[in-house]
């Protein structure tokens, strides 16, 4: 029921935000802005001058007036090269080229200087060393800074951490997220593309696909990073927040196709293989990237289309411990003839999978001895294996594979010099080698992760003085974790098998990730439905900014199906003697259960300059953030332990 009011009090929002009377900053998450003074050499303001922009890229134009301050402005531009054209008559014309960033507001002020108005001075303007239209510890990465800093892998989340207060997360206890803001956990960040929320909702951390990377970095623009964001559009995460927007196209057809590639012949051996004794390991790494973008129609719709991907294999360097044949002939001869003889074919099937291991040749006894008990149980004083060896050892290197690709595509069409739109949409499609067994390639864990998104951004001017920006999003993405053919895999082996006071390698499906549990399946299925409105108006020396945002996820966890065949876990003496300590195993009703959550937001801002030196900002917003509901009336169910 509460979901169901906030989406009222959202609709209300979004239908009185045209008709509120106030005045508003030009930036906002997904655009920038350009304002500025307009004088003569005097210094004294200039009203009613014509001040008219253009975008360099697609020719859009808007136009504006001074106001009684002498001041314009121009709110929620998308990120680009602009000319601000300013005129008045008995002044020369005035034409700066200057670049607008994402999140930020350009300075673009204008001294006129009397002359004919076909005189034109023409100005390139930089941007300041000093962001100080507002208090944000904010970078912003430009086109060029993402084309060459080195980053392999092309993580876009890897860029924020050359900004301010930022840090690599080298967390070793387990937590999330790539990179720390000024010691805040790593998973307060939040990810928008576009001005839509690109967190993983389930684990709070940046999104990504089945290579565990955020791919997309040929499509990005420009990347902000707001490491303290103290205006208003910013909120709802204590961390950095970090915000893409996306290449558009524009009049000229321009576009660019990249390849790289890492091969075994230009890497080393593994140290642990190469003390082994082991060979170097296959590996061959691809990845690509290619886009076009280009008009539809000149000056009025633009397309560009982005796909990128990458193929790598991998060897993992595994250390495997398997049965002596002196412990197989003793379990299969003579123990369990004496304590379970019909156990005798099961034990002949495992026995089979350990002989039949990739690598086993190279497999070493482990040294048994009274002062080094390697055996457990079966290893201790008076037992057949005290000082003979019950397992070997050896390290072996087992090849699998990631792939992941994805194509996007986003269309811009001005309707007129009031009404633009632009619609984005992404397919990404992978397959993850979560887990590789080092006895069995049945035994593996994969993940095929699709993801699929789109968006819909509107920006409407209603006056040159107001203005409204308003997006609409939805996304999807699967990433459930099991085998590709359980069936098989139990039929080669129908439990997990461990022995709790021995190394002798786990067996069975899925079991180096957790030896005492069948951890798999498990993931989640989520769609993330989400509304953004800002609204900017200007009033004589103040600037108001007002908006809302709205996001709902619906989960699907499949947590409950974890652990739905069984577990075992033995000493290496029980193991011997055909028993078992602790058998495992959860019997759910449904293996997934769907949950919701939702998060929204709203701020107001007003910014008073008081002179051209002071300008002072007060800014309100209030986030709330849902906790979880079950949809389904879920509910725990204890797990059932056999102990022997």
Request: hydrophobic share 35%.
């Amino acid at each position: 029921m509460r979901g169901k009011q906030y989406l009222k009090y959202l609709v209300l929002y979004s239908l009185i935000l045209p008709v509120i009377c106030g005045a508003v900053k030009a930036q906002s998450i997904v655009t920038g802005g350009i304002s500025g003074t307009v004088t003569d050499a005097s210094g004294a303001v200039i009203t009613d001058a014509r001040v008219t922009l253009v975008n360099e890229a697609t020719q859009e134009t808007q136009a504006a007036i001074t106001g009684l301050a002498g001041t314009y402005q121009f709110p929620l531009l998308k990120p680009g090269k602009y000319s601000v054209t300013v005129e008045k008559a008995g002044f020369r014309r005035i034409v700066d080229k200057s670049e607008v960033l994402l999140g930020q507001t350009t300075t673009v002020n204008a001294k006129l200087e009397i002359g004919e108005a076909t005189q034109t001075i023409e100005i390139t303007g930089s941007a300041p060393l000093l962001q100080t239209e507002d208090g944000n510890i904010a970078s912003n990465i430009d086109l060029r800074t993402l084309e060459n800093i080195p980053n392999p892998g092309g993580d876009l989340s890897y860029v924020a951490q050359i900004s301010p207060g930022v840090t690599m997360n080298t967390s070793n206890g387990g937590g999330y997220g790539n990179f720390t803001a000024f010691g805040l956990p790593a998973t307060a960040n939040l990810f928008t593309v576009n001005g839509n929320d690109y967190n993983d909702p389930f684990l709070n951390l940046n999104n990504s696909g089945a290579s565990n990377l955020l791919l997309g970095s040929n499509e990005v623009q420009e990347v902000a990073v707001v490491s303290n964001g103290y205006t208003g559009q910013y909120g709802r995460q204590a961390g950095a927040q970090v915000d893409y927007t996306t290449k558009s196209g524009g009049n000229a057809f321009h576009g660019d196709a990249l390849y790289y590639w890492n091969g075994s012949a230009l890497n080393a051996n593994d140290f642990f293989l190469n003390a082994g004794g082991s060979p170097r390991p296959f590996e061959n790494n691809n990845q690509w990237a290619a886009s076009l973008g280009g008009p539809i129609k000149k000056n009025k719709a633009f397309f560009f289309i982005n796909t990128e991907g990458l193929r790598y294999t991998f060897g993992s360097s595994t250390q495997v411990f398997v049965p002596t044949p002196a412990l197989e002939n003793y379990i299969l001869t003579t123990s369990l003839p004496a304590s379970n003889a019909a156990a005798i074919p099961f034990y002949q099937q495992i026995f089979n999978l350990y002989n039949s291991a990739p690598g086993i040749g190279n497999a070493q006894p482990v040294a048994q001895n009274p002062g080094s008990n390697t055996c457990g149980g079966l290893g201790t004083a008076g037992q057949p294996f005290a000082t003979t060896s019950c397992l070997e050892q050896y390290r072996v290197s087992v090849p699998n594979g990631n792939r992941e690709w994805l194509l996007s595509g986003r269309v811009d069409y001005e309707f007129s010099e009031k009404d633009r739109i632009f619609g984005r949409v992404k397919f990404d499609r992978g397959n993850q080698p979560t887990y590789t067994d080092p006895i069995n390639p049945v035994f593996n864990i994969q993940s095929n992760q699709p993801q699929n998104e789109g968006q819909l951004n509107y920006t409407h001017v209603f006056s040159p003085r107001v203005v409204n920006n308003f997006i609409g999003s939805v996304l999807y993405y699967s990433a459930l974790f099991q085998s590709p053919n359980l069936s098989s895999a139990l039929s080669s082996f129908p439990f997990i098998l461990n022995t709790n006071d021995t190394s002798l390698t786990p067996l069975g499906s899925g079991s180096g990730a957790d030896p005492f549990f069948a951890l798999y399946p498990q993931g989640r299925n989520v769609t993330q439905w989400q509304l953004v409105d800002d609204l900017s108006i200007e009033r004589g020396k103040h600037t108001f900014k007002l908006g809302v945002n709205f996001r709902r996820d619906d989960v699907s966890s499949f947590t409950a199906g974890e652990g739905s065949f069984p577990a075992i876990q033995s000493s290496m003496l029980d193991f011997a003697n055909g028993s078992a300590d602790v058998i495992r195993q959860n019997f759910a009703i449904h293996n997934s259960q769907p949950l919701a959550f939702y998060s929204v937001g709203f701020y107001f801002q007003d910014e008073f300059r008081v002179n051209s030196k002071l300008k002072l900002t007060l800014a309100l917003r209030a986030d709330r953030n849902s906790g979880g509901s079950c949809q389904s009336n879920c509910v725990a169910r204890p797990t059932c332990h056999l102990i022997n």
